[in-house]
C-alpha cells in the first residue's frame, strides 16, 4: 500500500524511490509488526482478561501447569493482525505469492479461532471436533497447493530440490500438489503441538521465518540464485516482507509469551504460524531444509505418533508423555530450561539450514 505511495511521490521527489528496496521495507515490515505488537499487546491481554477468555489446564500433564488455568489465550490474533496490517502496508500487493501466504495464514487461523472460541468461550472441551479441522486444513491446503501448480511459470516451481545435491532435481509434476498439501497442513499440525511451553513455538517460529526470509531474497534475485545453485522463483523476493512482518509481530508476542507467560497463542496462532512457514517453504523451493530448521516441530510430531502407535500396538507408552516437551517436564526438567534447550536446538538446525545454500 505504502509501496504504491512511494512509487507516485517518486515522480516529486527521487528520495522516494528508496522504498524499492526489498532490505529496506523488511527492516519496516519487521518494525511496523514488533511496534503494533507492543502497543495492541496489553489492551488484548485485558480485553481477553475481562471477558474471562482463559486456557484449560490437562489434569493428567504436568503439576506445574495448573496455576496456568485461566491465563489469557487466544492472543494469536494479536501476531496475525500486526502480521498482516505490516505486509498490507509494505510489500508489493501486486506479487501473488504474498496474497497466497497471507490468505493461507489468515484461513487456518480462522479454524484455530473456531477451535479456541468452542473451548474457552462455548467451553467445549473437544473444540472443533478434528475430523472438521483437518476437513478444512485440507480444503484450504489443496486449494492453496492448486493455485501454485496452475500458475507456476516455469518447471523449477514444481521441482523438488534437495539441499547437498546440485546436480539433483525431481519433476514433480502433478505430485508438486500432494507434496505442498503434507507440507502446508503438516507444518500447521506440527507447531500447533510445539505449542505446549510459554515461548517454546513462538521464537522457534521467528527463527525459521527468519532463515526463510534470506532464502526468499535469495531466490528472487536471478544472480543470487544462479550463483549459489537454486532456484530462481520470480517475485519469491517480496515475501521478504511478510517474513520480516512474522518476525516482528513473534518477538512483541514473545514480550508478553515469555515464561511466566501473560497470554497464549492458542490455535489461532500456532495453526496459521506453521501453515505460513510450511506455505513459503514451497514457494522457495526448501520443503526438505524447512523439515531441518523446524527440528524441534518434527521432533514434537513425531512423539505424538511414536506415543500412541505404541499404546496402541503393545499398550505401553515411550514417554511419560506427549508430545515430547513434557516428557522432560516429568523428568523433571522446569519448564524455562525445557524451552531454552528447544530454542539452542533451533538456533543450531536453523545454521544448519543456512549453510546449505554453501555446501553444494
Known amino acids: 500500500m505504502l509501496l504504491l505511495l512511494a512509487e507516485y511521490l517518486q515522480q516529486f521527489h527521487k528520495g522516494f524511490a528508496v522504498f524499492q528496496y526489498l532490505t529496506l521495507r523488511g527492516i519496516l515490515g519487521v518494525l511496523t509488526a514488533l511496534a503494533l505488537s507492543l502497543w495492541l499487546g496489553p489492551w488484548m491481554i485485558r480485553t481477553l482478561q475481562v471477558r474471562q477468555i482463559g486456557q484449560a489446564v490437562r489434569h493428567d500433564g504436568p503439576q ?9 489465550t487466544m492472543g494469536g490474533a494479536l501476531i496475525l493482525s500486526a502480521i498482516t496490517v505490516s505486509t498490507l502496508l509494505w510489500a508489493d500487493l501486486s506479487n501473488r505469492y504474498v496474497w497466497v501466504v497471507l490468505a493461507v495464514t489468515l484461513l487456518f487461523g480462522a479454524i484455530g479461532w473456531v477451535d479456541d472460541y468452542r473451548k474457552v468461550i ?3 472441551s473437544r473444540g472443533l471436533p478434528s475430523r472438521w479441522k483437518y476437513f478444512w486444513q485440507s480444503v484450504f491446503g489443496l486449494a492453496a497447493a492448486v493455485f501454485l501448480y496452475m500458475t507456476a511459470q516455469s518447471p523449477v516451481e514444481t521441482t523438488l530440490i534437495l539441499p547437498l545435491l546440485k546436480d539433483v532435481a525431481i519433476p514433480l509434476g502433478a505430485g508438486f500438489v500432494v507434496l505442498t498439501y503434507f507440507v502446508i497442513v503438516g507444518t500447521s499440525n506440527a507447531v500447533n ?5 510459554d515461548g517454546l513455538a513462538i521464537l522457534p ?5 527468519g532463515a526463510l526470509a ?5 531466490s528472487g534475485n536471478v544472480n543470487f540464485a544462479e ?8 517475485g519469491a523476493g517480496e515475501l521478504i516482507v511478510f517474513c520480516a512482518a512474522l518476525v516482528g509481530a513473534g518477538l512483541g508476542f514473545l514480550w508478553f509469551n ?17 501453515a505460513a512457514l510450511g506455505t513459503i517453504a514451497v514457494i522457495v523451493r526448501q520443503e526438505v531444509v524447512l ?4 527440528g524441534v516441530f518434527v521432533m514434537e510430531t513425531l512423539s505424538v505418533i511414536i506415543q500412541v502407535a505404541s499404546f496402541k500396538l503393545t499398550g505401553k507408552r515411550v514417554f511419560r508423555m506427549a508430545p515430547i516437551h513434557h516428557h522432560f517436564e516429568l523428568k523433571g526438567w522446569p519448564e524455562p530450561r525445557v524451552i531454552v534447550r528447544f530454542w539452542i536446538i533451533t538456533v543450531i538446525l536453523v545454521l544448519i539450514g543456512l549453510a546449505t545454500l554453501k555446501l553444494r
Open 291 to 294: 523439515f531441518i530448521m523446524g
Open 205 to 209: 517460529t521467528v527463527m525459521v521465518a
Open 193 to 197: 503441538l510445539t505449542d505446549g511451553l
Open 122 to 124: 462455548e467451553k467445549n
Open 64 to 72: 506445574s501447569h495448573l496455576s496456568k488455568k485461566g491465563t489469557p
Open 258 to 274: 515469555t515464561y511466566p507467560a501473560q497470554v497464549f497463542m492458542g490455535d489461532v496462532g500456532a495453526l496459521a504460524l506453521g
Open 227 to 234: 550463483y549459489l545453485l537454486i532456484p530462481y522463483v520470480p
Open 214 to 218: 534470506i532464502f526468499c531474497y535469495l
